[in-house]
């Protein structure tokens, strides 16, 4: 059996290997357009800021290591041109002396990837315009760091590779502009989780401009002028395109292989396309999202290499099967860590899946354990069943731990009840023996048994303010000195003093609480409602309130000098 695999990284390189586990006499031939194969995609923004400084840390296999474990034929700076399925033959170009051949195969298996979004702006073949992608894309943008003087750069797009080359061109030492052109980076997250990160970054030095309209790079002496809509012009010395990949499909496109969405190769649950004897795995495939079950299109290393393992697996007889991607995520952000998994508001919504929804703030271990830091958790979940939906998390420490417990519940069709119960390895330095994500279980099946009612940070603005309801915040005086009052209208009792104080409160009355964290205030609703009070939590406290009240004044209030993130109390 004679397999050709066209892309030589996460998805190709996973299946060669796999390939040659199962069948010691198949003939493998991988061809790669770059002159690397097996290369860390996921390390390069890290060679960019100097954080990884060998070059050849960057490749894991090379062509030569490969046919000598594998026994496998790798010609890097190989391309594919065309396929001919009624043939079994592939049409290669070499790069180094543009000659061409045909190559024959039994299996093909396409994993090209998918490429950076070039929106066809004005100015954006300049020279001084990068995008990253590939080793060489790295080697250039290093490349041009150490050649010329650069002190301003200019990043359009707030998704994973814009912030990660914004961090790494911070830490190059280059003062660097982030132009998103929606209202929040990362868009895994939900707005109101990305404003702790938007502040947190400006707080890192990174020039965050959000609802920024780029239309085009101008010359301008040595360096470039990046054009806003609405005729603005930021200065740079470099620019970096991270708007976005798109699937490379136009291979299969010509060769008559069906689409899915976003323009991704259709493949069934073997990875098989619409053609017999033709494979395709990594981010040039649909997916099915595993929570709603909407055919999807998730760029990501993990899948990539499940589904290199799996296309090599069925074409040895093995009948492995992709159960779908549920998108599970995680970015270093200086010292923050932004993770995710499942569906968020947005594409729950997208996809008409009901949820509710919680929002808690739990430390990463026992806070009398010196480096606790707290960290944001805000979960999805089926009100009808309490089954997870969904998670994100913004923190410090511990966050990626947390996230893949998530990830693994959602996996298991796991409940909140589940949650709670779940054992989790504790001692003081690295957790608490109510884990964040036992602590997200309770929360969630107090929601559900009606034990609390909550609000949330966008109705605080819109709530009575004619005195028909009493806004009760239960923080100490020195903390509402200190961070202020969500309305001026709100009166402060301290949790501690509340019991002895009822008599302030006007029992008719319905009384929305809040505190730093939404803790306090769910210990003042359990008191207040056992009085007979009507009373409703706002969720993640004053603090969650805060970052999204500010995220759009750039002054965000909440105070984050970088890698020191403050407000630890409940
Ligand atoms: P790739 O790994 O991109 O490999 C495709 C290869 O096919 C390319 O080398 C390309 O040159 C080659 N190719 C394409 N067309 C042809 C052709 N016609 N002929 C020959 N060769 C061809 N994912 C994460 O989960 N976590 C991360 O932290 C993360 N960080 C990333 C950082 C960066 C800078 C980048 C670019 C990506 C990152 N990713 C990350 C995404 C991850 O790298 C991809 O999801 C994964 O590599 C996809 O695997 P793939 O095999 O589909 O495509």
Same mark, same amino acid.
């Given at each position: 059996?004679?397999?050709?695999?066209?892309?030589?990284?996460?998805?190709?390189?996973?299946?060669?290997?796999?390939?040659?586990?199962?069948?010691?006499?198949?003939? %493998?031939? *991988?061809?790669?357009?770059?002159?690397?194969?097996?290369?860390?995609?996921?390390?390069?923004?890290?060679?960019?800021?100097?954080?990884?400084?060998?070059?050849? /840390?960057?490749?894991?296999? !090379?062509? /030569?290591?490969?046919?000598?474990?594998?026994?496998?034929?790798?010609?890097?700076?190989?391309?594919?041109?065309?396929?001919?399925?009624?043939?079994?033959?592939? /049409?290669?170009?070499?790069?180094?002396?543009?000659?061409?051949?045909? /190559?024959?195969?039994?299996?093909?298996?396409?994993?090209?990837?998918?490429?950076?979004?070039?929106?066809?702006?004005?100015?954006?073949?300049?020279?001084?315009?990068?995008?990253?992608?590939? @080793?060489?894309?790295?080697?250039?943008?290093?490349?041009?760091?150490?050649?010329?003087?650069?002190?301003?750069?200019?990043?359009?797009?707030?998704?994973? *590779?814009?912030?990660?080359?914004?961090?790494?061109?911070?830490?190059?030492?280059?003062?660097?502009?982030?132009?998103?052109?929606?209202?929040?980076?990362?868009?895994?997250?939900?707005?109101?989780?990305?404003?702790?990160?938007?502040?947190?970054?400006?707080?890192?030095?990174?020039?965050?401009?959000?609802?920024?309209?780029?239309?085009?790079?101008?010359?301008?002496?040595?360096?470039? $002028?990046?054009?806003?809509?609405?005729?603005?012009?930021?200065?740079?010395?470099?620019?970096? &395109?991270?708007?976005?990949?798109?699937?490379?499909?136009?291979? #299969?496109?010509?060769?008559?292989?069906?689409?899915?969405?976003?323009?991704?190769?259709?493949?069934?649950?073997?990875?098989?396309?619409?053609?017999?004897?033709?494979?395709?795995?990594?981010?040039?495939?649909?997916?099915?999202?595993?929570?709603?079950?909407?055919?999807?299109? *998730?760029?990501?290393?993990?899948?990539?290499?499940?589904?290199?393992?799996? #296309?090599?697996?069925?074409?040895?007889? %093995?009948?492995?099967?992709?159960?779908?991607?549920?998108?599970?995520?995680?970015?270093?952000?200086?010292?923050?860590?932004?993770?995710? !998994?499942?569906?968020?508001?947005?594409?729950?919504?997208?996809?008409?899946?009901?949820?509710?929804?919680?929002?808690?703030?739990?430390?990463?271990?026992?806070?009398?354990?010196?480096?606790?830091?707290?960290?944001? @958790?805000?979960?999805?979940?089926?009100?009808? !069943?309490?089954?997870?939906?969904?998670?994100?998390?913004?923190?410090?420490?511990?966050?990626?731990?947390?996230?893949?417990?998530?990830?693994?519940?959602?996996?298991?069709?796991? !409940?909140? #009840?589940?949650?709670?119960?779940?054992?989790?390895?504790?001692?003081?330095?690295?957790?608490?023996?109510?884990?964040?994500?036992?602590?997200?279980?309770?929360?969630?099946?107090?929601?559900?048994?009606?034990?609390?009612?909550?609000?949330?940070?966008?109705?605080?603005?819109?709530?009575?303010?004619?005195? $028909?309801?009493?806004?009760?915040?239960?923080?100490?005086?020195?903390?509402?000195?200190?961070?202020?009052?969500?309305?001026?209208?709100?009166?402060?009792?301290? &949790?501690?003093?509340?019991?002895?104080?009822?008599?302030?409160?006007?029992?008719?009355?319905?009384?929305?609480?809040?505190?730093?964290?939404?803790?306090?205030?769910?210990?003042?609703?359990? %008191?207040? $409602?056992?009085?007979?009070?009507?009373?409703?939590?706002?969720?993640?406290?004053?603090?969650?309130?805060?970052?999204?009240?500010?995220?759009?004044?750039?002054?965000?209030?909440?105070?984050?000098?970088?890698? *020191?993130?403050?407000?630890?109390?409940?």
């Amino acid at each position: 059996m004679k397999v050709v695999i066209i892309g030589g990284v996460a998805g190709g390189a996973t299946a060669a290997a796999r390939l040659r586990r199962l069948d010691e006499g198949a003939e %493998i031939v *991988i061809l790669e357009r770059t002159g690397y194969v097996s290369y860390a995609n996921c390390g390069l923004p890290y060679f960019v800021g100097g954080v990884i400084t060998d070059r050849d /840390e960057l490749t894991l296999q !090379t062509p /030569e290591g490969f046919r000598r474990r594998f026994g496998i034929d790798v010609r890097v700076g190989h391309e594919a041109l065309e396929i001919n399925p009624a043939e079994h033959t592939v /049409e290669v170009r070499s790069l180094a002396d543009g000659s061409t051949y045909t /190559e024959s195969y039994d299996k093909l298996i396409l994993s090209p990837g998918a490429r950076p979004v070039k929106p066809g702006l004005p100015g954006e073949d300049d020279p001084r315009v990068f995008t990253l992608r590939t @080793v060489e894309d790295t080697f250039r943008i290093r490349d041009y760091l150490d050649t010329h003087p650069v002190r301003r750069a200019v990043v359009v797009g707030g998704g994973f *590779i814009g912030l990660e080359a914004a961090e790494n061109l911070l830490h190059a030492g280059v003062a660097t502009t982030l132009l998103q052109k929606g209202d929040q980076v990362l868009p895994p997250l939900d707005p109101d989780m990305a404003a702790e990160v938007h502040a947190y970054l400006r707080g890192c030095g990174v020039e965050l401009r959000l609802g920024a309209h780029v239309t085009g790079f101008v010359p301008d002496g040595e360096g470039l $002028s990046v054009t806003l809509e609405g005729g603005e012009a930021v200065p740079a010395d470099l620019v970096l &395109l991270g708007i976005g990949v798109m699937p490379e499909s136009e291979l #299969a496109r010509s060769a008559g292989l069906a689409l899915g969405v976003k323009g991704t190769i259709a493949v069934d649950e073997h990875m098989r396309t619409s053609c017999p004897d033709i494979y395709a795995v990594g981010d040039a495939v649909e997916v099915r999202h595993f929570v709603s079950g909407a055919k999807s299109h *998730i760029a990501l290393a993990g899948p990539a290499n499940k589904q290199g393992r799996i #296309a090599a697996d069925h074409i040895c007889g %093995i009948p492995s099967t992709f159960t779908g991607s549920q998108g599970t995520s995680v970015i270093k952000l200086f010292d923050m860590t932004a993770a995710s !998994t499942g569906l968020n508001e947005k594409t729950a919504r997208a996809a008409g899946v009901d949820y509710g929804k919680a929002v808690t703030y739990s430390a990463s271990h026992a806070t009398y354990y010196p480096g606790a830091h707290n960290m944001t @958790v805000k979960t999805l979940y089926d009100p009808a !069943t309490g089954r997870i939906l969904g998670a994100q998390i913004v923190g410090f420490d511990g966050v990626d731990k947390r996230m893949d417990v998530l990830a693994t519940a959602i996996r298991a069709g796991l !409940t909140a #009840a589940d949650l709670t119960e779940l054992d989790l390895a504790y001692a003081p330095p690295y957790g608490s023996a109510k884990d964040p994500v036992n602590m997200a279980g309770y929360v969630i099946e107090n929601l559900r048994a009606g034990r609390v009612e909550q609000h949330h940070w966008d109705e605080v603005a819109g709530l009575p303010a004619d005195g $028909s309801v009493v806004l009760l915040d239960v923080r100490t005086p020195g903390e509402v000195r200190r961070q202020g009052l969500l309305r001026p209208d709100a009166v402060n009792i301290p &949790l501690d003093e509340l019991r002895n104080r009822l008599g302030e409160l006007d029992p008719s009355k319905k009384i929305y609480v809040n505190c730093f964290s939404g803790l306090r205030s769910y210990l003042a609703c359990r %008191i207040l $409602s056992q009085h007979g009070y009507r009373c409703s939590n706002l969720a993640g406290g004053w603090r969650f309130w805060s970052y999204n009240a500010t995220d759009r004044a750039h002054d965000a209030a909440p105070t984050h000098l970088c890698g *020191i993130p403050t407000g630890q109390g409940k």
